[in-house]
């Protein structure tokens, strides 16, 4: 492709960003089926055969005041509960604020220009290409007011989980800007324990151990006992003051308290070992800084359970639990099926593959650099247009 084509593909784009959002009020509040025609001039329809039906997701019901934006959502890097596997140390939930027509259109003119699948485009196709530079930057410079861009590092989380469960009582608001005043002692503790070296490493796979309740034989479970092993021999290698405090803090006879909770299904527990919900809350509360409740329009994903997202939706309603909250409800899909969530799959995929800080290049605009590079308290200001983002205190 010559660079008169790109320039002209490149300014459809930024066009095509540049319109007005479409709001539920225009587009309703129910996903319904694609609009007849738009799957077949992208090509993405290419499912053959039948579909299992979509689980999960939290409908919208009547929404009688204020107006509702419909933003579509995907993640990169989801491992379940193996949070410690060194091939996805970031999870990244990612979403558009698109029209399915300029969705679709952003996605034909990738399609255009360059030769992907007739299904999807995956990010693995962008960066396996010798331009890939310059289609990734075309790609996020399309998006710019247009997206959002929620990193989180899974060891990170897996420090708020020590401060937010295991010292506090445990609250679906845990892990978010709404549980503040507890992120400056979980980024001590994070940054002391790298610095201790490989007993942090132990001490998180306790961690883990720990509350992973699942299919586990309880009649032998010392898993409480371990984790208290390798937090005293962390203990001996931290000698920061605020993460020493952390670490002394925390009481054998709470701990096996809460684990007894997850064992017995307590869910007004979050599920401790996933950062999909905290991103996914972030994500809301970034899309609803004008004002406006938030419709997610979101890829299938097995976490996002009714019940979850209940008890989500009344954690971020501001004040008055019965209130309204900024999240109106969540609809699941196909990727295949709404090009919206296509595109924020391939953001999130970009992003996620990004090499250096995450906070570096084009992609900067679409989320907020921290203290650190700390990827995980990524906190991005409720102005979708802002270049620059507000960080988070640590």
């Known amino acids: 492709m010559d660079r008169e084509t790109f320039r002209v593909i490149v300014e459809r784009a930024r066009r095509a960003a540049g319109r007005e959002t479409v709001t539920a009020a225009r587009s309703g509040l129910t996903a319904g089926p694609p609009r007849a025609g738009w799957a077949s001039m992208v090509g993405m329809a290419g499912s053959t055969g039948a579909r299992l039906p979509l689980q999960g997701g939290l409908p919208a019901g009547e929404v009688t005041t204020g107006a509702v934006r419909e933003i579509a959502c995907d993640e990169s890097g989801f491992s379940g509960t193996n949070l410690l596997d060194p091939a996805t140390p970031v999870i990244v939930h990612a979403s558009v604020d698109l029209s399915r027509d300029e969705a679709a259109e952003l996605i034909r003119t990738l399609r255009s220009g360059f030769r992907f699948s007739p299904d999807e485009v995956k990010s693995r196709q962008f960066l396996r290409r010798r331009e890939a530079a310059e289609v990734v930057e075309w790609f996020l410079s399309a998006l710019r007011g247009r997206a959002h861009v929620h990193l989180v590092d899974k060891e990170f989380f897996l420090a708020t989980r020590v401060v937010d469960l295991l010292l506090a009582e445990p ?23 790298r610095a201790a070296g490989p007993g942090f490493a132990v001490f998180l796979a306790a961690v883990v151990e720990m509350l992973r309740t699942k299919r586990r034989d309880r009649a032998d479970d010392r898993s409480v006992a371990r984790f208290f092993a390798a937090r005293d021999e962390l203990r001996r290698h931290v000698g920061d003051a605020q993460a020493g405090a952390v670490l002394d803090a925390l009481d054998p006879a709470r701990v096996a308290a809460v684990q007894a909770r997850l064992y017995a299904g307590d869910r007004t527990i979050p599920p401790p070992l996933e950062p999909l919900l905290p991103a996914l809350a972030e994500t809301v509360l970034h899309w609803s800084g004008d004002g406006r409740r938030v419709l997610v329009i979101h890829d299938e994903q097995s976490a996002l359970t009714e019940d979850r997202l209940r008890r989500l939706q009344v954690a971020l309603a501001p004040g008055d639990p019965a209130g309204p909250s900024p999240l109106a409800g969540l609809v699941m899909t196909d990727s295949r099926d709404d090009p919206r969530v296509q595109a924020a799959d391939l953001l999130a995929g970009v992003a996620r593959r990004m090499p250096g800080v995450p906070g570096d290049g084009p992609l900067r605009p679409l989320l907020s650099p921290v203290p650190d590079h700390d990827p995980s308290a990524v906190v991005a200001t409720h102005d979708p247009n802002a270049v620059t983002a507000e960080q988070e205190p640590t």
């Open 171 to 193: 609250s679906y608001a845990a892990g978010t800007r709404l549980a503040g005043d507890r992120r400056p002692a979980a980024a001590a503790l994070h940054r002391a324990g």
